[in-house]
């Protein structure tokens, strides 16, 4: 296995690869380098042919707490903009076709809130801290924070979180909708989570990587467009060999034997 020194690897159940954010004296504040170790780890994970679901985490005192603000303070403009600063944290998003799971306890300030935003599945503890207190800075959400809350709270939520900085709970994380669970504890946190990773790398990967394709879709498309690309979708998994096994497996009352094909 790769050795990192900002982030931590590992398979805690079949088929399901953990990373856990590891920068502790900096509550897992997310540096450029973390950045680029995470990046690895999931494309790694990606190709990985026994990983099938992706499970990302951070401590029970912090999953982020941002960006790295001591990093920032002075850069500029043109350097920003000239080296697309903050771009290659989207890769999560655009290059990882396995679905990922944030767990997330403590605080999930800024870019850390967004990154969690950013996975398929959002898990937490009910006290855990999200908030975009950029505004607090001087600046404002630069990975996607006020795009991605708008769309998972309304407008008015996002702006009032976006403009005083105001945090959230865990609890109201998933109130919200944010969440789509929130749990009494880490453990309970830990436990759920790995169980949801377990229960999707049972299923077809064809199948699985089609339902995180299609659903994500959903946050850039219309309704139309997104309704008829899933349509597509659909049709075309009538050309897997588990769209086949899984029908077969249920008429004769079987457990089906995924092929990934
Ligand atoms: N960047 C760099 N270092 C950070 C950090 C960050 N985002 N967050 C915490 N740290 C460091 C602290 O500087 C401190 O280091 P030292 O021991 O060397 O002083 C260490 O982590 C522990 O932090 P605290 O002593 O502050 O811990 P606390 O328990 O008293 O407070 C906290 C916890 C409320 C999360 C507080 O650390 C905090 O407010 N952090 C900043 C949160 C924030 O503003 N995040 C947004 C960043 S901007 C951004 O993310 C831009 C974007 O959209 C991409």
Redesign the pocket.
């Known amino acids: 296995p790769a050795s990192y020194e900002f982030i931590e690897t590992s398979e805690p159940r079949p088929g399901v690869g953990q990373i856990t954010l590891n920068r502790p004296?900096?509550?897992n504040?997310l540096s450029t380098p973390l950045i680029t170790e995470l990046n690895t780890a999931l494309l790694s994970f990606d190709r990985s042919p026994t990983i099938r679901t992706i499970l990302l985490t951070g401590s029970q005192k912090a999953f982020a707490?941002?960006?790295?603000?001591?990093e920032m303070a002075p850069l500029t403009f043109s350097e920003a903009y000239t080296t697309s600063f903050?771009e290659s944290w989207s890769s999560l998003t655009t290059a990882i076709k396995k679905p990922i799971i944030a767990a997330v306890s403590g605080?999930a300030?800024?870019?850390g809130c967004?990154l969690a935003l950013m996975c398929d599945i959002l898990y937490c503890t009910e006290t855990a801290n999200f908030g975009q207190?950029?505004i607090?800075?001087g600046?404002i959400?630069?990975?996607g924070?006020s795009q991605r809350l708008s769309r998972a709270v309304g407008k008015s939520r996002a702006m009032e979180l976006v403009l005083t900085g105001k945090g959230f709970s865990g609890r109201e994380a998933y109130e919200w909708g944010v969440a789509a669970r929130c749990f009494g504890s880490w453990e309970e946190l830990m436990e759920g989570s790995l169980k949801t990773a377990e229960t999707i790398a049972g299923y077809s990967k064809v199948a699985v990587m089609a339902g995180k394709e299609v659903v994500n879709k959903s946050q850039d498309l219309g309704i139309r467009d997104g309704v008829e690309f899933e349509r597509r979708v659909f049709h075309s998994l009538f050309g897997s060999e588990d769209q086949k096994i899984g029908m077969k497996a249920f008429a004769e009352k079987k457990k089906a034997e995924w092929t990934d094909k």
């Open positions: 004296k900096a509550l504040a707490a941002g960006a790295d603000i001591k903050i605080h300030l800024g870019g967004e207190p950029e607090k800075l600046t959400p630069g990975a924070g």
